[in-house]
């Protein structure tokens, strides 16, 4: 079946940066764009930007802009999302998930990676 | 940036009731709204797209309307695996998707 898998929980300081992948099954990764979103504990979702696997376009919300980066390793069915120059605030759950249709509907979503920024 | 603002935040019901949550664009998006819900410690899920179109294996209580600014999903007898957080989403800004803030629902 289709299915978003993503890497395991991250501790960072702040200043540092982290990483989190994305692993594509069930269906042509190079298909599909790939989300990225956001939730703080006890907040709501945040969407932070997407990418096209196939070309490498991306597109950031205003907000992340100079700190977020995404990538693909095709070869592998892989996204990433790296986050840099991190905050206390930058704490929270991270999701990726695949749009489909015309009004680009998330489904299915990856079960989340939680970040910790902590000194 | 188009905003999606959701009413009520939160709602205390009781299974068996119908239940309306509203979502509102401030610019009109057409029909490019879609719900999801999410329950404590997982990620969001599909309820309704484009709308008014249920998601595949979602019950037939789930319902969603509305065009332009104004949205509504209903629920219409509420079971106790629907007590959750409901979101709305837009996606008719190209590639600048915003979500709601959730409605909370809770048992009364």
């Known amino acids: 079946q289709v299915q978003l898998v993503q890497s395991g929980a991250e501790v960072k300081k702040p200043g540092a940066s982290v990483k989190v992948s994305c692993k594509a099954s069930?269906?042509?990764?190079?298909?599909?764009?790939i989300n990225w979103v956001r939730q703080a504990t006890g907040q709501g979702l945040e969407w932070m930007g997407w990418?096209?696997?196939?070309?490498?376009?991306?597109g950031y919300a205003q907000k992340f802009q100079g700190r977020v980066t995404m990538t693909r390793n095709t070869s592998i069915s892989t996204a990433y999302m790296e986050l840099s120059s991190l905050r206390s605030e930058d704490t929270a759950v991270y999701y990726c998930?695949?749009?489909?249709?015309?009004?680009?509907?998330?489904?299915?979503w990856g079960q989340g990676t939680l970040v910790t920024v902590s000194s | 940036d188009i905003q999606m603002t959701q009413s009520p935040s939160s709602l205390s019901a009781s299974v068996g009731d119908r239940v309306t949550i509203t979502c509102r664009a401030s610019q009109s998006i057409s029909t490019y709204l879609n719900w999801y819900h999410q329950k404590p410690g997982k990620a969001p899920k599909l309820l309704i797209y484009?709308?008014?179109s249920l998601q595949s294996g979602v019950p037939s209580r789930f319902s969603g309307s509305g065009s332009g600014t104004d949205f509504t999903l209903t629920i219409s007898s509420l079971q106790p695996e629907d007590f959750a957080t409901y979101y709305c989403?837009?996606?008719?800004?190209?590639?600048?998707?915003?979500f709601g803030q959730g409605t909370k629902l809770e048992i009364k």
């Open positions: 069930g269906y042509t990764f190079t298909s599909y764009d």
């Open positions: 990418m096209n696997p196939n070309s490498g376009n991306t």
């Open positions: 998930a695949r749009p489909l249709g015309w009004t680009n509907w998330f489904d299915p």
């Open positions: 484009a709308a008014s």
């Open positions: 989403q837009q996606s008719y800004s190209t590639l600048k998707y915003t």
